[in-house]
């Protein structure tokens, strides 16, 4: 178990310029989590994956983000046009049971995202 | 909707002296509860969770907490307060799709 790992640990942009973030998750974890974090807050739900299949997106998540696993194992998630509002720190978490009522999510240390 | 709260965004305790902090939960069916903590410059960390069975739930780091389904509560303890223990704690509840709904969190400091 190496843990969730997250890619950069930070990120500083300009407006308007698009970022990728990715996340390993743990080896043989197939769900697969994105939150988002502002300070004084809790993480935000984004989206989740089962292996490669995404099962879900948050009705509050803009279209100018989009998330892949292509391949069930590492996730990338995409943020075009970036905003000052995006700025934040994103959480990248893996679970290993399909939707078991005890799973546990790994989280990772996060992306934190600066937009100048 | 599934969705917790956690009432207060601070709580201070001096070390040695038990800790409490809160969480209210809101939810369709049987709520499936966890804490989850946070220190500066890391990922949140499980601590413990509740599904079914006994009310007082048994984590890491000697935390315990307490389902009280009559006030729909979760609160977190722990007996003796230490310092290292000062980080961001988040209380959550799994929705019927399987992710995590997260609490505001509350900053817990303990104080020599």
């Known amino acids: 178990d190496t843990g969730v790992s997250q890619n950069p640990r930070h990120k500083i942009t300009k407006r308007g310029q698009n970022v990728t973030f990715r996340c390993d998750p743990i080896?043989?974890?197939?769900?697969l989590y994105w939150y988002r974090q502002t300070l004084g807050q809790g993480p935000e739900f984004l989206t989740y994956f089962q292996n490669e299949a995404q099962l879900e997106k948050s009705r509050l998540l803009s279209d100018r983000f989009s998330a892949e696993r292509p391949k069930g194992s590492f996730s990338t998630l995409e943020i075009q046009r970036t905003e000052q509002g995006d700025s934040a720190m994103y959480l990248c978490?893996?679970?290993?049971?399909?939707?078991?009522?005890?799973?546990?999510?790994?989280f990772g240390s996060g992306t934190q995202l600066s937009v100048l | 909707a599934q969705s917790v709260a956690q009432p207060e965004d601070q709580v201070n305790v001096a070390e040695g002296n038990p800790l409490t902090v809160k969480c209210t939960y809101s939810?369709?069916?049987?709520?499936?509860l966890f804490w989850y903590v946070q220190y500066p410059n890391r990922g949140l960390q499980f601590l413990l969770k509740?599904?079914?069975?006994?009310?007082l739930v048994k984590g890491s780091y000697g935390f315990e907490a307490e389902f009280n389904k009559s006030q729909t509560s979760f609160h977190l303890k722990k007996p003796s307060a230490l310092v290292s223990d000062s980080a961001l704690y988040f209380c959550a509840v799994r929705d019927l799709g399987g992710k995590l709904i997260f609490g505001q969190g509350t900053e817990l400091s303990v104080k020599p």
């Open positions: 939810v369709s069916g049987n709520p499936y």
């Open positions: 080896s043989e974890h197939n769900r």
């Open positions: 978490a893996s679970s290993s049971n399909s939707g078991a009522t005890n799973e546990k999510l790994f």
């Open positions: 509740y599904i079914t069975g006994d009310n």
